[in-house]
């Protein structure tokens, strides 16, 4: 059942990701602090997506310093630099 929930989970997120050639991201409005915070949340999934499909960890149609910011926080604080750690 845990490796049932495991694929779900991923396969949802995957649905996340979006498929923007560099000419369409210039035409795109930039996203920006909370889509970076999404994308550094998600940043595992993406990357191991990105190793099977042609698809970006990063958006690169953002607007600089907001959405790295938001990607940062979303990396290590929220996503994978969030597991805890115990000393035992």
């Known amino acids: ?7 779900c989970i991923v396969l949802l997120m995957t649905g996340c990701a979006d498929e923007v050639t ?19 949340v998600i940043f595992p999934i993406a990357w191991i997506a990105s190793l099977f499909m042609d698809s970006a960890i ?3 149609y953002n607007n600089g310093g907001w ?4 990607f940062m ?5 929220l996503g994978v630099g969030a597991s805890g750690s115990s000393s035992d």
């Open 1 to 7: 059942m845990k490796y049932l929930s495991l694929i």
């Open 22 to 40: 560099l000419s369409q991201a210039q035409s795109i409005d930039p996203v920006g602090f909370w889509y970076g915070l999404w994308h550094g």
């Open 58 to 60: 990063y958006a690169t």
């Open 67 to 70: 959405y790295d910011f938001g």
């Open 73 to 77: 926080i979303g990396v290590c604080f």
